[in-house]
């Protein structure tokens, strides 16, 4: 996948302090760098690149993978885990899907949740939404905040714009950390058009088998489409950073979509120059001496 550089994660990425929008960013790429028939069988061959590239990342055992799935509804985010995920070793990777938080979950700070699902050395976790959202669906739903109980919030009046830059940089802290102890960190963001969505939402309607996955409060936050368009907007220009960038993905072709994700991936993934560990010269001994000892059974 990497070494013909079809894709080029530089095209898609969120320049750290730019400020952006998202009317810039194109939803579907009429011109694409590859046919879907060969595409399909780049991202296949990519899964098999990347199965051996978690073999050594468990091994070496000296960083962590985390990928971070942000979108608006429909925008294919499951059907991305799916495809790019399916010829890893499941042991090694977790998917992680937050939902709104639990009366225990908003007695901690916000990070908490998400803290105690994050990959271990060796693992790759996927979260499908992440703590973004507490900047995103929190900043259209600002009362939602409330439920948090800080200290030095007793309105919506009291949610300012100081609020939410504030809890940019925390975030951004968040991620620091998690970066210089070893994680190394994916955003992105599904970028799916507002035509798009309605398809696959009455595609979801008319369809028995995917009735479930459509709710009425799929439809309620449609109508606030704008204001997560500059949520969004605004959260990618404040957190993409050069341990921590976003990138952002044409949505509309849902197969296009997984082919730039898993290109994206693979070649952070080879920039880690994983490697199998390599045993001392005692261990070697050691491992030749115990082969010899099998051989020799009766």
Request: hydrophobic content about 40%.
């Given at each position: 996948?990497?070494?013909?550089?079809?894709?080029?994660?530089?095209?898609?990425?969120?320049?750290?302090?730019?400020?952006?929008?998202?009317?810039?960013?194109?939803?579907?790429?009429?011109?694409?760098?590859?046919?879907?028939?060969?595409?399909?069988?780049?991202?296949?061959?990519?899964?098999?690149?990347?199965?051996?590239?978690?073999?050594?990342?468990?091994?070496?055992?000296?960083h962590?993978?985390?990928?971070?799935?942000?979108?608006?509804?429909a925008?294919?985010?499951?059907?991305?885990?799916?495809?790019?995920?399916?010829?890893?070793?499941?042991?090694?990777?977790?998917?992680?899907?937050?939902?709104?938080?639990?009366?225990?979950?908003?007695?901690?700070?916000?990070?908490?949740?998400?803290?105690?699902?994050?990959?271990?050395?060796?693992?790759?976790?996927?979260?499908?939404?992440?703590?973004?959202?507490?900047?995103?669906?929190?900043?259209?739903?600002p009362?939602?905040?409330?439920?948090?109980?800080?200290?030095?919030?007793?309105?919506?009046?009291?949610?300012?714009?100081?609020?939410?830059?504030?809890?940019?940089?925390?975030?951004?802290?968040?991620?620091?950390?998690?970066?210089?102890?070893?994680?190394?960190?994916?955003?992105?963001?599904?970028?799916?058009?507002?035509?798009?969505?309605?398809?696959?939402?009455i595609?979801?309607?008319?369809?028995?088998?995917?009735?479930?996955?459509?709710?009425?409060?799929?439809?309620?936050?449609?109508?606030?489409?704008?204001?997560?368009?500059?949520?969004?907007?605004?959260?990618?220009?404040?957190?993409?950073?050069?341990h921590?960038?976003?990138?952002?993905?044409?949505?509309?072709?849902?197969?296009?979509?997984?082919?730039?994700?898993?290109?994206?991936?693979?070649?952070?993934?080879?920039?880690l120059?994983?490697a199998?560990?390599k045993?001392?010269?005692?261990?070697?001994?050691?491992?030749?001496?115990?082969?010899?000892?099998?051989?020799?059974?009766k």
């Amino acid at each position: 996948m990497a070494e013909k550089k079809i894709i080029n994660p530089d095209n898609f990425k969120v320049k750290p302090g730019k400020k952006i929008s998202l009317k810039d960013f194109k939803t579907d790429i009429k011109k694409k760098a590859i046919n879907q028939k060969a595409g399909e069988v780049l991202l296949q061959k990519g899964v098999q690149e990347m199965s051996l590239l978690q073999d050594k990342l468990y091994a070496e055992g000296k960083h962590s993978i985390l990928i971070v799935l942000q979108a608006m509804d429909a925008a294919g985010k499951d059907g991305t885990i799916k495809h790019l995920m399916s010829g890893l070793n499941p042991s090694g990777v977790k998917v992680y899907s937050f939902k709104s938080p639990s009366s225990i979950e908003l007695t901690h700070d916000y990070f908490w949740r998400h803290y105690k699902e994050l990959p271990a050395r060796g693992e790759i976790v996927i979260f499908n939404r992440s703590h973004y959202e507490n900047v995103l669906i929190t900043k259209v739903h600002p009362e939602f905040i409330l439920n948090e109980k800080l200290p030095y919030i007793h309105s919506v009046k009291d949610i300012d714009k100081k609020f939410w830059i504030d809890r940019y940089n925390q975030i951004n802290r968040f991620e620091k950390n998690l970066s210089e102890n070893g994680t190394i960190i994916l955003k992105f963001f599904l970028h799916v058009s507002k035509d798009e969505q309605k398809r696959r939402f009455i595609e979801r309607v008319d369809d028995p088998k995917k009735n479930w996955k459509f709710s009425v409060a799929d439809m309620k936050e449609r109508a606030f489409w704008d204001d997560y368009q500059k949520a969004y907007a605004e959260a990618l220009s404040h957190t993409s950073t050069d341990h921590a960038p976003w990138f952002i993905i044409p949505a509309d072709d849902k197969w296009y979509t997984r082919v730039i994700v898993g290109a994206v991936i693979y070649q952070q993934f080879q920039k880690l120059n994983l490697a199998y560990p390599k045993v001392s010269k005692a261990t070697k001994e050691a491992l030749l001496k115990a082969k010899e000892t099998l051989l020799n059974e009766k």
